[in-house]
């Protein structure tokens, strides 16, 4: 791999001072770019600052070390991980290596910027006791090398809500509340938490379901999500044990 003309580091989401503050915005353009998402605006910078603090995120990247045109600000690869939990089955959550954020420039690649990045990553995971790390693949082919495999699929599906639709009476006799979600939230991240500690294959959630669940973001429109509506579900005993 020729690395001289570029220069691998680690920024730390808490620096604010004005080299690490430019060089975490032009971090997050790249790795927005490299997802095809428009460029970030305040709300989402303030929400990627936010909640890769609140996960301790490690961003990880590599800038053109002498660009000829522009700042050299926005990386040409760019890498972020943080630990969270994976639920293996009879109760058992191990620590878990969540990868996320993997882009490289198509004016950069197949010259091992990805391997490198991954390799000190899952090197450290390694170092720090993490057996286990997974990520959500947009090009699953790539993975393989590194040792990752197929845990789960993606379907959508469209539910037509025409007069055959109806939803069933609740067998058990319990009961909807409509809820705003963000007085919702207390009960959400309680329900979550029950379901991840008796789910196999559940994982924790990062940070910034917070903000996209109590509709104070929505992703598509980075600004508050004014669409956003919240169901309880309750025993018949009263207590939470479902939300849509």
Same mark, same amino acid.
């Given at each position: 791999m020729s690395s001289a003309d570029?220069?691998?580091?680690t920024l730390d989401p808490h620096d604010d001072t004005g080299r690490n503050a430019e060089l975490f915005t032009g971090w997050g353009e790249a790795a927005f770019r490299g997802f095809h998402e $428009?460029?970030?605006n305040a709300e989402m910078r303030a929400l990627?600052?936010?909640s890769t603090r609140a996960d301790r995120a490690v961003l990880r990247g590599a800038w053109q070390r002498e660009p000829v045109l522009g700042s050299g600000l926005v990386p040409v690869?760019?890498?972020g991980s943080l630990d969270k939990t994976l639920n293996v089955g009879a109760g058992r959550l191990l620590p878990l290596r969540m990868v996320t954020y993997v882009t490289v420039s198509p004016t950069h690649r197949r010259r091992g910027l990805l391997r490198r990045l991954i390799t000190e990553d899952l090197t450290d995971a390694v170092a720090r006791?993490? $057996?286990v790390a997974a990520l959500t693949a947009s090009e699953g082919s790539i993975y393989g090398r590194f040792g990752f495999g197929p845990a789960t699929s993606l379907r959508r599906l469209l539910v037509r809500t025409d007069q055959r639709f109806a939803l069933r009476s609740p067998a058990d006799g319990g009961s909807v509340e409509l809820v705003e979600p963000a007085e919702a939230w207390p009960t959400v991240e309680a329900l979550y938490a029950r379901h991840h500690a008796?789910?196999?294959?559940?994982v924790g959630r990062p940070h910034f379901?917070?903000?996209i669940l109590t509709a104070r973001f929505d992703w598509d429109e980075r600004s508050p999500d004014h669409k956003l509506r919240t169901a309880v579900h309750l025993d018949v005993d009263g207590n939470p044990d479902g939300y849509v």
């Open positions: 570029l220069i691998f580091d $428009p460029r970030m990627l600052l936010e690869a760019t890498y006791g993490v $057996p008796t789910t196999r294959g559940s379901y917070q903000a």
